[in-house]
């Protein structure tokens, strides 16, 4: 038995090019193409597919949407997410969506096609070249430093633009507890001036729960 596939991405080249790829294979077929989110997933249910292969970026949404869609009513289906940016945070979202395996834009096609049999056969386990890597990226890099919940006020209002007496003031502090907070964020973030704290904080993710951009 033949393995049926179905692939989705927006530029029909690429689809094209696919679909030349796992035809010169015989134990795969190819059953439908689709550029879009809505599509993809109509053409899974009316095709019921063995594998399906997307592109990250779609039109309307996220290749991760339809690996969501099909991981909602199968867990025997192949996911193959393809992408030109394959960056850790992508990699790792893709895993935890539910992919079966990731593979950039610039491999061979025939990695494609060797990606979808091995999503074929294993479904539910994650095929990336790159994840060893990424694995170890994430895991040697730092701690955000731990801030007291004084020093996380003194770095919104840093990061509001205020200078030490006017954060003394905000907070009712003495200008030397507060230049000592501030010194104290400084050390923590390796600083050695208000904007590098900020940047550093903004890197860290010490500034996300401020919300739009405040400096």
Known sequence: MTTTVLLVD????????????????????????????????????DLDPDVVVT????????GLD?????????????????TMHAGDDQIFAAMEAGASAFVGKDRKATEVV????????????????????????????PSPPSLSTREGEVLGLLADGLGTGEIAAKLFLSES????????????????????ALVTAMRMGLLDHLGPQRF
């Open 114 to 141: 060797s990606a979808a049999k091995h999503a074929a056969v294993a479904p539910r386990t994650f095929l990336c070249a790159g994840l060893a890597a990424a694995m170890m990226r994430r895991t040697s890099s």
């Open 10 to 45: 927006d530029h029909e080249l690429i689809r094209q090019g696919l679909a030349r790829a796992f035809e010169r294979d015989d134990d795969m077929t190819v059953v439908g193409q689709a550029g879009t989110v809505a599509e993809g997933l109509r053409c899974f249910a």
């Open 66 to 82: 339809i690996v969501r869609g099909l991981r909602a009513t199968s867990n025997t289906v192949g996911a193959v997410v393809l």
């Open 177 to 196: 507890t507060a230049k000592t907070h501030i010194t104290h964020i400084y050390q923590k973030l390796g600083a050695a001036n208000r904007a590098q």
């Open 55 to 62: 592109d990250l970026q779609l039109p309307d949404g996220h």
